[in-house]
């Protein structure tokens, strides 16, 4: 039978939890082994291990790269509860249902906005929080957020939902481990490493009709997926291969107000037009598309470990990404001649526009990217065990093609743009240890390590030779060039401490030294070379935690966090359809973050409540300038966020397989000091809801079948810093939502089984930026060895 299915999958997943979140350990036996790390073993690696906290006994399982002992909030979602419970068709579906949690997936396979959101940051921050897989960066620390023609969204595509054991997400800047972009959430994807020899296929299939102002089409979306792996004396190794084809609903639109117009008869009359009102409430046209993805991705990975001896084990992970997309418009715009019009003067009700040859615009992006990860690790468990780890992510290949003539001949090709960043990426280079002293029985815990990561920016655009679709580029004709690097270099030690039977306590600092250098910006006729900088900072951080009680744990976590400015903040201009404007002198933003938290266990459920509290100063910002498609970065003097959030799952609840799962969190998150934008004062941060609320209730009859039916809200958002979009139900708003999901699973054999899943069943219609995705049906058939 497929593990997933499993009638007690839920009742162990919710061990693992448990003990994950514990920090401070309940007597539990786990028959996962999700604390594997705190044994430092593998399933194949060791027997059975009790450890000292309480009585949590250990049987091995893929091991976290979050710290275990650090009682602070940690949720987690398993490979049977994405299975079982979630319409999963990109990994980062697995979040959907953790407490104050939010990607801003926009369509399947959204490679370039899928930013996340946590409790104190918005879906514009993605620098604020800390994606990895087994321990290798996925966020995009080259900058932050979205900038026209470039994406600092997390390499979701490098981790596919098929090949996920475990996702595990620890809120706030608790752990020294950790760069101050920790400050929102830290989340690992654990993937598979077999223990025995393993074979999985699937594919599926999505479908999305939607009607948006003049737009009613289906767009529909296909994935296939193969894995391969096997365990064989020391080595192990796993093969996956994915792809994905999907067509995406229009993004954005070409807008003109009403009185941007000149009253007259000027122009081609044009029909087609539709009429609203923006985020300020300004009457406005909507003459169009501008942007509907159509994208095929590719992803292959190869992990490979091999155990020089029992206790040191060395691992390579390989990873390749590629993905070819063509963004495509659409004019709402007829003539008399009952043809589509693109371009030109046009004249609406007695008002004339001019639209610039691009105001509808094509774009066509080639990316090849490439991820290594290797790390030799020791796992004694005795006195003193040490891990050195690398990693490397390289812009292979990453371009994007657009024309500068309009349609209808630019779908033909004529003169364009490339805008090249090969050579851009990151790497990173680590060194940890964790000492447990002898004679003191256990009682401190102290980890401790030294790192390097360095990030390297190129944006190159140029005008190109002939068509823009294929031409080489024309070096003598460049349009732009910005980048630059940063680097941090960073030492951390933190020590868990059992002072006492019922008390634990983490104390740990963090010292990292930043600087950023070869920043440069550059057009046809001049080049600017900014000045070298560097900075310095300390973050301390503490955590306590009380067993009161066998089932009832209290903890309490403060921490500082520096989040240092990206290199696409101080130096990653771009000019096009959506412009940024860089600033060189920009201040790295400091976090305080504190929570207290009180868990019990209910026999059949775990039930949380915690109250977190954040203040953060020099918080950084990127925001439309009023007025225009222009954005620009900032420092905000001081943004405080106060917050309570209640989290509940539950297995076997009022009857035997019915498993219930939901959290509610209210946030008070407000922009207090800002001698930039004085209007921005008491105003509410940007994408930052006051309320927000999952819940979900899966049922299995029998071993067989599960039904699952979800849903999710978000209240009332702001994209502002002033909070001047009135209107958060139009095109650039953040609306409220509420979305229900059902989701059916049928374990049609040993080896078969096939699900049946509708997304926003409810058909709501709702924005950030830009539309979400509307009802979406999906089914997929999975085969497993």
Same mark, same amino acid.
């Given at each position: 039978?497929?593990?997933?299915? +499993?009638?007690?999958?839920?009742?162990?997943?919710?061990?693992?939890?448990?003990?994950?979140?514990?920090?401070?350990?309940?007597?539990?036996?786990?028959?996962?082994?999700?604390?594997a790390?705190?044994?430092?073993?593998?399933? /194949?690696d060791t027997?059975?291990?009790?450890?000292?906290?309480?009585?949590?006994?250990?049987?091995?399982?893929?091991?976290?790269?979050? #710290?275990?002992q650090?009682?602070?909030?940690?949720?987690?979602?398993?490979?049977?509860?994405?299975?079982?419970?979630?319409?999963?068709?990109?990994?980062?579906?697995?979040?959907?249902?953790?407490?104050?949690?939010?990607?801003?997936?926009?369509?399947?396979?959204?490679?370039?906005?899928?930013?996340?959101?946590?409790?104190?940051?918005?879906?514009?921050?993605?620098?604020?929080?800390?994606?990895?897989?087994?321990?290798?960066?996925?966020?995009?620390?080259?900058?932050?957020?979205?900038?026209?023609?470039?994406?600092?969204?997390?390499?979701?595509?490098?981790?596919?939902?098929?090949?996920?054991?475990?996702?595990?997400?620890?809120?706030? #800047?608790?752990?020294a481990?950790?760069?101050?972009?920790?400050?929102?959430?830290?989340?690992?994807?654990?993937t598979?490493m077999?223990?025995? *020899?393993? /074979?999985?296929?699937? $594919?599926?299939?999505?479908?999305?009709?939607?009607?948006?102002?003049?737009?009613?089409?289906?767009?529909?979306?296909?994935?296939?997926?193969?894995?391969?792996?096997?365990?064989?004396?020391?080595?192990s190794w796993?093969?996956?291969?994915?792809?994905?084809?999907?067509?995406?609903?229009?993004?954005?639109?070409?807008?003109?107000?009403v009185?941007? %117009?000149?009253?007259?008869?000027?122009?081609?009359?044009?029909?087609?037009?539709?009429?609203?009102?923006?985020?300020?409430?300004t009457?406005?046209?909507?003459?169009?598309?501008?942007t509907?993805?159509?994208?095929?991705?590719?992803?292959?990975?190869?992990?490979?470990a091999?155990?020089?001896?029992?206790?040191?084990?060395?691992?390579?992970?390989?990873?390749?990404?590629?993905?070819?997309?063509?963004?495509?418009?659409?004019?709402?715009?007829?003539?008399?001649?009952?043809?589509?019009?693109?371009?030109?003067?046009?004249?609406?009700?007695?008002?004339?526009?001019?639209?610039?040859?691009?105001?509808?615009?094509?774009t066509?992006?080639?990316?090849?990217?490439?991820? +290594?990860?290797?790390?030799?690790?020791?796992?004694?468990e005795g006195?003193?065990?040490?891990?050195?780890?690398?990693?490397?992510?390289?812009?292979?290949?990453?371009?994007?093609?657009?024309?500068?003539?309009a349609?209808?001949?630019?779908?033909?090709?004529?003169?364009?743009?490339?805008?090249?960043?090969?050579g851009?990426?990151?790497?990173? *280079? @680590?060194?940890?240890?964790?000492w447990?002293?002898?004679?003191?029985q256990? $009682? +401190?815990?102290?980890?401790?390590?030294?790192?390097?990561?360095?990030?390297?920016?190129?944006?190159?655009?140029?005008?190109?030779?002939?068509?823009?679709?294929?031409?080489?580029?024309?070096p003598?004709?460049?349009?732009?060039?910005?980048?630059?690097?940063?680097q941090?270099?960073?030492?951390?030690?933190?020590?868990?401490?059992?002072?006492?039977?019922?008390?634990?306590?983490?104390?740990g600092?963090?010292?990292?030294?930043w600087q950023?250098?070869?920043?440069?910006?550059?057009?046809?006729?001049?080049?600017?070379?900014?000045?070298?900088?560097?900075?310095? +900072?300390?973050?301390?951080?503490?955590?306590?935690?009380?067993?009161?009680?066998?089932?009832?744990?209290?903890? /309490?976590?403060?921490?500082?966090?520096?989040? &240092?400015?990206?290199?696409?903040?101080?130096?990653g201009?771009?000019?096009?359809t959506?412009? &940024?404007?860089?600033?060189p002198?920009?201040?790295?933003?400091?976090?305080?973050? %504190?929570?207290?938290?009180?868990?019990?266990?209910?026999?059949? %459920?775990?039930?949380?409540?915690?109250?977190?509290?954040?203040?953060?100063?020099?918080?950084?910002?990127?925001? *439309?300038?009023? %007025?225009?498609? !222009?954005?620009?970065?900032?420092?905000?003097?001081?943004v405080?966020?106060?917050?309570?959030?209640? @989290?509940?799952?539950?297995?076997?609840?009022?009857?035997?397989?019915?498993?219930?799962?939901?959290?509610?969190t &209210?946030?008070?998150?407000?922009?207090?000091?800002?001698?930039?934008?004085?209007?921005?004062?008491?105003?509410?941060? #940007?994408r930052?809801?006051?309320?927000?609320?999952?819940?979900? @209730?899966?049922?299995?009859?029998?071993?067989?079948?599960?039904?699952?039916?979800?849903?999710?809200?978000?209240?009332?958002?702001? @994209?502002?810093?002033?909070n001047?979009?009135?209107? /958060?139900?139009?095109?650039?708003?953040?609306?409220?939502?509420?979305?229900?999901?059902?989701?059916?699973?049928?374990?049609?054999?040993?080896?078969?089984?096939?699900?049946?899943?509708?997304?926003?069943?409810?058909?709501?219609?709702?924005?950030? &930026?830009?539309?979400?995705?509307?009802? !979406?049906?999906?089914?997929?058939?999975?085969?497993?060895?």
């Amino acid at each position: 039978m497929n593990p997933s299915l +499993h009638p007690r999958a839920a009742e162990r997943a919710r061990l693992s939890r448990l003990a994950l979140r514990a920090g401070l350990s309940l007597p539990l036996a786990l028959p996962l082994g999700t604390l594997a790390q705190q044994a430092g073993t593998t399933a /194949a690696d060791t027997p059975e291990r009790v450890k000292s906290l309480g009585v949590v006994t250990v049987t091995g399982g893929q091991p976290t790269s979050l #710290p275990t002992q650090i009682p602070t909030t940690i949720e987690g979602v398993t490979r049977e509860e994405i299975a079982t419970r979630i319409n999963a068709t990109d990994s980062e579906d697995a979040l959907k249902y953790l407490p104050s949690l939010l990607v801003r997936k926009r369509y399947i396979g959204d490679y370039n906005h899928a930013i996340l959101s946590t409790r104190a940051s918005g879906t514009g921050n993605s620098a604020r929080s800390a994606v990895y897989a087994d321990g290798i960066l996925l966020s995009n620390y080259l900058g932050n957020g979205i900038a026209n023609g470039t994406n600092f969204a997390p390499r979701w595509g490098l981790v596919s939902p098929e090949e996920i054991e475990r996702v595990d997400v620890m809120y706030g #800047p608790f752990s020294a481990a950790y760069p101050g972009n920790s400050a929102g959430a830290v989340v690992d994807y654990v993937t598979r490493m077999p223990t025995k *020899l393993e /074979a999985h296929v699937s $594919a599926g299939y999505s479908s999305q009709p939607n009607q948006l102002y003049n737009t009613s089409k289906t767009f529909n979306g296909w994935q296939t997926s193969a894995s391969l792996g096997s365990r064989a004396g020391d080595w192990s190794w796993w093969i996956h291969l994915n792809r994905t084809r999907s067509e995406g609903q229009p993004l954005t639109f070409t807008t003109a107000t009403v009185a941007s %117009g000149t009253p007259g008869r000027a122009g081609t009359p044009v029909t087609g037009w539709v009429g609203g009102l923006n985020t300020t409430n300004t009457p406005w046209y909507i003459l169009g598309t501008g942007t509907a993805y159509q994208t095929v991705q590719d992803q292959a990975k190869l992990k490979l470990a091999y155990d020089i001896t029992p206790t040191l084990r060395a691992s390579y992970t390989l990873g390749w990404w590629q993905n070819s997309s063509e963004g495509r418009p659409a004019s709402y715009l007829t003539g008399p001649n009952g043809l589509p019009v693109y371009s030109g003067t046009v004249n609406i009700q007695g008002r004339s526009y001019t639209l610039a040859p691009t105001a509808f615009p094509l774009t066509n992006d080639d990316q090849t990217h490439l991820m +290594h990860g290797l790390s030799l690790k020791s796992r004694t468990e005795g006195v003193f065990d040490w891990e050195l780890a690398a990693s490397l992510y390289d812009y292979r290949k990453d371009r994007q093609r657009a024309p500068t003539v309009a349609l209808p001949l630019a779908a033909y090709g004529g003169a364009g743009t490339l805008q090249d960043q090969d050579g851009t990426g990151w790497n990173t *280079l @680590a060194a940890k240890g964790t000492w447990r002293p002898q004679g003191l029985q256990g $009682a +401190h815990i102290v980890d401790f390590g030294i790192g390097r990561d360095a990030y390297k920016l190129s944006i190159a655009k140029n005008n190109v030779v002939g068509s823009w679709i294929d031409g080489p580029i024309n070096p003598l004709s460049l349009v732009s060039h910005v980048g630059g690097r940063t680097q941090t270099v960073s030492a951390w030690a933190q020590d868990a401490w059992r002072f006492a039977p019922r008390w634990k306590a983490v104390l740990g600092l963090r010292w990292e030294d930043w600087q950023a250098e070869d920043g440069m910006s550059a057009s046809a006729t001049s080049t600017l070379r900014y000045a070298r900088r560097s900075e310095s +900072h300390l973050s301390p951080k503490a955590a306590l935690a009380f067993q009161a009680a066998e089932d009832t744990v209290i903890k /309490a976590s403060v921490g500082r966090a520096v989040r &240092f400015p990206t290199v696409g903040e101080l130096y990653g201009a771009t000019s096009g359809t959506l412009s &940024f404007v860089n600033d060189p002198t920009l201040k790295p933003e400091k976090s305080w973050t %504190g929570e207290l938290s009180a868990e019990k266990d209910l026999g059949n %459920g775990l039930l949380r409540a915690t109250l977190f509290h954040e203040t953060t100063r020099d918080a950084l910002f990127s925001q *439309l300038v009023p %007025g225009t498609t !222009t954005s620009r970065v900032q420092n905000v003097d001081k943004v405080r966020t106060t917050g309570v959030e209640l @989290a509940y799952t539950g297995t076997d609840v009022f009857m035997r397989g019915l498993d219930l799962g939901g959290s509610l969190t &209210f946030a008070d998150s407000r922009t207090v000091a800002n001698a930039a934008n004085p209007a921005s004062v008491g105003k509410w941060q #940007p994408r930052v809801p006051r309320w927000r609320s999952t819940v979900y @209730a899966t049922y299995r009859p029998t071993d067989r079948w599960s039904f699952t039916v979800a849903a999710r809200y978000s209240g009332r958002q702001y @994209a502002n810093l002033d909070n001047s979009d009135v209107n /958060a139900d139009a095109y650039f708003g953040a609306s409220r939502y509420f979305t229900v999901d059902t989701r059916v699973r049928w374990q049609i054999d040993r080896h078969f089984s096939a699900a049946f899943g509708i997304d926003n069943l409810n058909n709501a219609q709702y924005w950030n &930026f830009h539309p979400y995705p509307q009802r !979406t049906y999906t089914a997929s058939l999975q085969w497993d060895l």
